[in-house]
């Protein structure tokens, strides 16, 4: 670890027990934590809250998270407040997640938003590996600076990759490397000076009408800041706004679609979403 800067790792095994997801086993280094899951729904879900104490993400440090899930186990990934990387003046920030999904079991991984401040140097790239019949929703809301403090994100770089396999075939990639110059980010076939995005992608069965659902569940006014697409086994979800209370809200009640579509359940939320 460079002098002053953080190198944390974790580790975290998930095995199905009797219906019940367990947390078998647990590694970390450095300050990357969780607290003890919890079980809110009835067929045994762990939820899951991810913690870095520090609470900001410095120019060189670099977190990397590692979830093993077992067949058939059923876990909700999440963090208690927002990731903040800090304005660095040279040094890159990262921040790597690797989740494996076994056979017939599902993960979720819906952590709360990204700040990236102004002049940071940020890096964020999330694989999930999948079985034949796993199942795997996740989401990032990210926003360009501060708005609602006045901040907007005119320098610095954010880098993002996403990336799905399924049998060790790629069924979704994505990558996107931003420079938080003005002038990029004020063109509309960028931003168009929209300072919050958000990205939420399902893998799993097919869904019939599945878009249709999603925007039927939204209504006509989602349509000016949010949109879904239908693939054959991947439903994309996007927002592009100026209020992250806005993406959060219509992400949430996209997932609650996408979920009770998919796995024939509720969409119980987090408790720590309601502090």
């Known amino acids: ?27 970390h280094t450095g300050p990357l934590a969780i607290q003890q899951p919890f079980y809110p729904e009835a067929d045994g879900a762990a939820h899951v809250y991810l913690l870095h104490p ?60 990204t700040i990236v401040f102004s002049g940071a140097h940020a890096s964020m790239k999330t694989k999930v590996s999948l079985a034949a019949d796993s199942i795997y929703i996740g989401w990032d809301l990210v926003s360009l600076g501060r708005p609602a403090a006045g901040e907007r994100f005119h320098t610095g770089n ?35 000076e929209r300072p919050i995005m958000g990205t939420m992608v399902y893998a799993g069965p097919a869904i019939e009408n599945a878009a249709e659902r999603v925007r039927g569940a939204l209504g006509e006014g989602a349509c000016a800041v949010f949109s879904v697409s239908q693939l ?9 706004g100026a209020r992250m209370s806005e993406g959060k809200s219509l992400f949430r009640r996209a997932w609650e679609v996408l979920r009770e579509c998919a796995m024939g359940k509720r969409g119980v939320a987090p408790r720590i979403w309601s502090t």
């Not at 990336?163 to 980010?185: A, C, H």
Request: charged residues 25%; hydrophobic residues 40%; contains cysteine.
């Open 1 to 27: 670890m460079v002098a002053n800067r953080w190198c944390a790792k974790l580790d975290l095994w998930f095995e199905n027990d009797r219906s019940k997801t367990r947390l078998i086993r647990r590694r």
């Open 54 to 113: 520090p609470g900001g993400i410095a120019g060189g440090d670099r977190l990397s998270i590692h979830c093993h899930l077992a067949s058939t186990a059923r876990t909700l990934l999440t963090t208690p407040g927002a990731a903040k990387f800090y304005r660095s003046d040279e040094n890159l920030s990262e921040q790597h997640v690797h989740i494996d999904v076994g056979a017939g079991a599902i993960c979720e991984y819906l952590p709360q938003e």
């Open 158 to 192: 954010f880098r993002q990759s996403v990336e799905i396999v399924r049998e060790d075939v790629p069924i979704w990639f994505e990558r996107l490397n931003l420079s938080g110059t003005r002038m990029l980010t004020a063109q509309p076939f960028v931003l168009a």
């Open 232 to 240: 054959e086994r991947i439903i994309v979800c996007r927002y592009l």
